[in-house]
């Protein structure tokens, strides 16, 4: 094991009860936090992590005096009380298909309340109320009002054993939980991972604990804002704010090129990388080899799987074809032929025709939805057996063997975080950086997509191909590796 930086030392010898790092990609913080746990032996430490597959890994890492949990399982007794030796049956997905049956209304009008109901357990509010429904879906109802009503009546049922199709949401449990003031018990300090990302409950169990409370995470990765997240790392009041800038996955090039990002569209960052990888970058894909085609949206991972198809290469869809939402290529396409019985998506049914798609696609920033229209424009009758295509070629791996898979990778940005590749092939949905011959200084663009962008670059290892927008502002600015 390699010494630790100067950088992490200061971390582990901190004395601060609150103390906050920044630590920007491949920064080593999972072992920083295991040095630091391993400075305090006699501390009972709790490792909050928000997915499975990092408080696994972490498990595996931390010594014997660090308890790794998810956020949700610190919550579970909440669902116990409410459903006893039912709590594994009664919580789960509600299907939008099931408010609508339950409650004799549209399909529309059920997964507003849905996604309102989801969007309220993220939050600190008491109850359920307008601005928790979806712009979008809000836009679409005569009675916006109605959305409120019926998701609070869904949360009621979902709460009940005998709530049948209604099961409460996983976020449900958590946000119960918080609204009981918890005390987490057993512990002497909680140390959480990815605390750019926490939404306000969350943050709020964690804020409310006595002891010590350690927040590690990169302000710049803060993707998931659109499901109310908030950076923890920003509006904690620290008593001391640290960082790590080595990067251990990449070399000068990409560091080079995030800190680029950085500097121009995140002034507010000080956060600066320094490549410490083992490799040289290099600005170009070897299709021969393994890589991971990374993009911002769904559909542009559906238009690369395509473009990539007569390379008759082996695929893995990191998290399985089913989480790239095919099914509303489907849907695109079934508006576009007239089976509107065909439809399951209640938004996309909401519209009618394919050309009120196309309107409301042309008229608003939802790049989603401009994806799904120019793929059915492009490809019309060819999108069944394309999706067909594309699935046949998925090969369903365990991490453990992405090592020795020989073909290649697709995932959306979002999916990616957390994961890194060799090479990575950057579609080119990301962020412009210029409009009508203009260069697009950092209050033209959405700070998401900054983030966005500088999490698919630093999800490589050894070499990147640049999204041509990203390319050629490097190269008008003069900052392209050479």
Not at 217 to 244: K, T, V
Not at 315 to 324: K, L, M
Not at 381 to 390: G, K
Not at 461 to 474: G, I, K, N, P, T
């Amino acid at each position: 094991m390699l010494p630790p930086t100067p950088e992490q030392q200061r971390i582990v010898e901190s004395g601060a009860r609150a103390l906050v790092v920044e630590a920007g990609a491949g920064a080593a913080k999972t072992t920083t936090l295991g040095l630091y746990a391993g400075a305090r032996p006699r501390a009972r430490i709790l490792y909050l992590a928000f997915s499975k597959a990092i408080q696994l890994e972490a498990a595996g890492r931390m010594p014997a005096n660090v308890s790794c949990r998810t956020t949700h399982s610190i919550a579970w007794r909440k669902a116990i009380e409410l459903f006893g030796d039912e709590a594994s049956q009664r919580v789960g997905k509600t299907y939008t298909s099931s408010v609508a049956r339950a409650f004799r209304c549209g399909p529309l009008l059920a997964s507003g309340a849905l996604q309102a109901i989801q969007n309220w357990c993220g939050s600190l509010d008491e109850q359920i109320g307008p601005s928790h429904v979806p712009v979008e879906i809000a836009e679409r109802l005569a009675d916006p009002g109605g959305v409120v009503e019926l998701a609070r009546t869904v949360w009621a049922r979902m709460q009940r054993r005998d709530g049948g199709e209604l099961k409460l949401p996983h976020d449900g449990y958590l946000k119960l939980f918080q609204m009981d003031g918890p005390r987490l018990r057993g512990c002497d300090l909680v140390a959480v991972d990815e605390a750019q990302d926490l939404n306000m409950c969350t943050y709020d169990i964690v804020g409310r604990q006595g002891g010590g409370v350690v927040l590690v995470g990169d302000s710049a990765q803060q993707i998931f804002a659109f499901r109310g997240s908030a950076n923890a790392l920003r509006i904690h009041a620290a008593d001391e704010r640290l960082q790590l800038t080595r990067s251990f996955r990449f070399g000068e090039g990409i560091a080079h090129m995030a800190n680029a990002l950085l500097e121009h569209f995140k002034p507010d960052s000080d956060l600066r990388l320094v490549g410490g990888g083992p490799v040289a970058t290099r600005l170009a894909v070897d299709t021969r080899r393994a890589f991971a085609v990374l993009a911002r949206t769904n559909a542009v991972v559906f238009e690369e799987a395509i473009s990539f198809l007569p390379t008759n290469r082996r695929y893995h869809f990191v998290g399985g074809t089913e989480a790239y939402r095919m099914e509303k290529l489907l849907d695109a396409y079934y508006l576009w032929t007239g089976d509107g019985g065909l439809i399951r998506d209640p938004y996309l049914r909401s519209f009618g025709t394919f050309e009120s798609l196309q309107q409301l696609a042309g008229d608003a920033a939802d790049a989603e939805l401009r994806h799904l229209v120019r793929v059915v424009e492009e490809y019309g009758a060819r999108v069944p057996t394309l999706v067909d295509q594309i699935k046949s070629r998925h090969v369903a791996l365990d991490k453990s063997a992405w090592p020795d898979f020989d073909g290649i990778f697709f995932s959306t940005a979002h999916k990616s975080k957390g994961l890194e590749f060799d090479q990575v092939w950057l579609a080119d949905d990301f962020m412009r950086f210029f409009e009508e011959g203009r260069e697009l200084s950092v209050d033209d663009v959405e700070q998401a997509d900054v983030n966005l962008l500088y999490v698919a670059l630093t999800r490589a290892r050894h070499a990147v191909r640049l999204c041509q927008s990203f390319e050629d502002w490097l190269v008008h600015r003069n900052l392209r590796p050479r």
